[in-house]
């Protein structure tokens, strides 16, 4: 199964609860999707959060994330890494 981190923007603000409930909300729909979400990082700061799974493909990233209310802005494939 390849990886994909996603970027989500505009969560300014976002506390450590906040980002553990996100994390959460996506576990608990992941496997319908055939997706596993690894970690999930912030930067309240900017506003930025990231998530790191492994998933069939990138749409099924995208449909655990609406399912669980929070849309990425982006996905990318990782193709390589140490």
């Keep these: 199964m390849a990886q ?3 970027v989500h923007h505009g969560m300014t603000g976002i506390t450590a609860d906040q980002l ?3 994390h ?3 576990l608990a729909v992941e496997r319908e999707e055939g997706v596993h ?5 912030a930067d309240p700061d900017s506003g ?11 749409d099924a990233v995208q449909r655990v994330h609406e ?3 929070h849309r990425a ?5 990782v193709r390589l890494s140490v």
């Design 67 to 69: 399912r669980a209310g």
């Design 48 to 58: 930025t959060v990231y998530c790191l799974s492994e998933a069939p493909s990138a």
């Design 37 to 41: 979400f690894q970690r999930a990082w």
């Design 20 to 22: 553990h409930q996100a």
């Design 73 to 77: 802005d982006e996905i990318h494939e």
């Design 24 to 26: 959460q909300a996506d």
């Design 4 to 6: 994909y981190m996603d």
